[in-house]
């Protein structure tokens, strides 16, 4: 696109999605009468954001290097699931979850100073986009793209690659099983019977420590994959609890403003009632006057009758 068509973008996605219909009928408009249909068509293909994507749009055209973080945290979280990093893992959890609420209240900032209505952002579909966007590389692109059409979700979080457990055991180790087998591989024709007795004894105990392993080894596989759900549920509910714990602290902001506003309201009317009491007697002083000098001049007259 050209750069002014470019211009046009920017704007349409920046600015509050209620005046998004108008501006690209207007840009449509003007492009079609400049007889670049090319532009036109392109534009006319743009789609409305919801207020959410359009805040998360707002973040990544008004602080992309918050995005680019975002994008290089999401790329060593799952760097770190992949490689079952625990240490690494919980303390880039940690610094997720206070990346995405700095995310978040600086989005709402920028929205606020947009003139979006604090009562009605969805922080909560911004702060769902953001958390996405660190798990899945896509909606990381689209939200750096700044042109994200509706939020996103992420029912999990990271990649859940196949756990790679390296099984230490008390008494055995894999070479030993290799040499057992292979001492009874050899040569049996030299051997005397007790020593092939011995060497199948030895044979059988270590299949046996073998099994023994292998089902040790699914037992910390399995109890790997629990432990790994769990976290991943906890995180989730944490998650939703910092949620509803921002969203409550919003709501008592705006009552707190709301407050403010109806005892500067209630000042004002205390005052003109105040003030309306005042002129109300003083109405009541000018009619009584009238009131009497209706009377004397009507003994006036009854005078000059009689």
């Given at each position: 696109?050209?750069?002014?068509?470019?211009?046009?973008?920017?704007?349409?996605?920046?600015?509050?999605?209620?005046?998004?219909?108008?501006?690209?009928?207007?840009?449509?408009?003007?492009?079609?009468?400049?007889?670049?249909?090319?532009?036109?068509?392109?534009?006319?293909?743009?789609?409305?954001?919801?207020?959410?994507?359009?805040?998360?749009?707002?973040?990544?055209?008004?602080?992309?290097?918050?995005?680019?973080?975002l994008v290089e945290l999401s790329t060593a979280l799952r760097a770190a699931q992949r490689d079952l990093h625990g240490?690494?893992?919980?303390?880039?959890?940690?610094?997720?979850?206070?990346?995405?609420?700095?995310?978040?209240?600086?989005?709402?900032?920028?929205?606020?100073?947009?003139?979006?209505?604090?009562?009605?952002?969805?922080?909560?579909?911004?702060?769902?986009?953001?958390?996405?966007?660190?798990?899945?590389?896509?909606?990381?692109?689209?939200?750096?793209?700044?042109?994200?059409?509706?939020?996103?979700?992420?029912?999990?979080?990271?990649?859940?690659?196949?756990?790679?457990?390296?099984?230490?055991?008390?008494?055995?180790?894999?070479?030993?099983?290799?040499?057992?087998?292979?001492?009874?591989?050899?040569?049996?024709?030299?051997?005397?019977?007790?020593?092939?007795?011995?060497?199948?004894?030895?044979?059988?105990?270590?299949?046996?420590?073998?099994?023994?392993?292998?089902?040790?080894?699914?037992?910390?596989?399995?109890?790997?994959?629990?432990?790994?759900?769990?976290?991943?549920?906890?995180?989730?509910?944490?998650?939703?609890?910092?949620?509803?714990?921002?969203?409550?602290?919003?709501?008592?902001?705006?009552?707190?403003?709301?407050?403010?506003?109806?005892?500067?309201?209630?000042?004002?009317?205390?005052?003109?009632?105040?003030?309306?009491?005042?002129?109300?007697?003083?109405?009541?002083?000018?009619?009584?006057?009238?009131?009497?000098?209706?009377?004397?001049?009507?003994?006036?007259?009854?005078?000059?009758?009689?």
């Amino acid at each position: 696109m050209p750069s002014s068509t470019d211009s046009v973008v920017r704007r349409l996605y920046e600015e509050p999605p209620e005046g998004f219909v108008a501006t690209r009928a207007a840009a449509i408009e003007e492009a079609r009468r400049a007889g670049d249909r090319e532009t036109a068509k392109r534009l006319a293909a743009l789609k409305k954001p919801t207020v959410a994507a359009w805040v998360v749009n707002l973040l990544a055209r008004k602080r992309p290097e918050l995005i680019g973080e975002l994008v290089e945290l999401s790329t060593a979280l799952r760097a770190a699931q992949r490689d079952l990093h625990g240490d690494q893992l919980r303390e880039l959890s940690n610094q997720r979850r206070q990346f995405v609420s700095a995310l978040v209240a600086a989005a709402r900032k920028l929205a606020v100073s947009s003139g979006a209505p604090l009562a009605k952002l969805p922080l909560g579909e911004v702060e769902a986009t953001l958390t996405a966007a660190l798990a899945d590389p896509e909606v990381a692109s689209q939200v750096q793209s700044g042109r994200l059409i509706r939020a996103a979700t992420y029912a999990g979080f990271g990649e859940v690659p196949r756990p790679r457990l390296r099984l230490v055991t008390d008494d055995t180790d894999i070479s030993e099983i290799s040499d057992i087998e292979e001492e009874v591989a050899g040569d049996g024709d030299t051997e005397s019977p007790q020593e092939r007795a011995a060497a199948e004894q030895r044979r059988r105990e270590a299949d046996q420590r073998r099994r023994e392993s292998e089902r040790r080894k699914r037992d910390l596989e399995r109890q790997l994959t629990a432990a790994m759900a769990a976290e991943r549920r906890a995180d989730a509910q944490l998650e939703r609890a910092e949620a509803a714990e921002r969203d409550a602290g919003h709501t008592v902001e705006d009552l707190d403003a709301e407050l403010a506003e109806l005892e500067r309201r209630r000042t004002e009317a205390v005052a003109d009632v105040a003030r309306r009491k005042s002129a109300r007697r003083a109405a009541e002083r000018e009619a009584a006057a009238a009131r009497r000098q209706v009377g004397d001049v009507q003994a006036a007259l009854d005078d000059l009758g009689d």
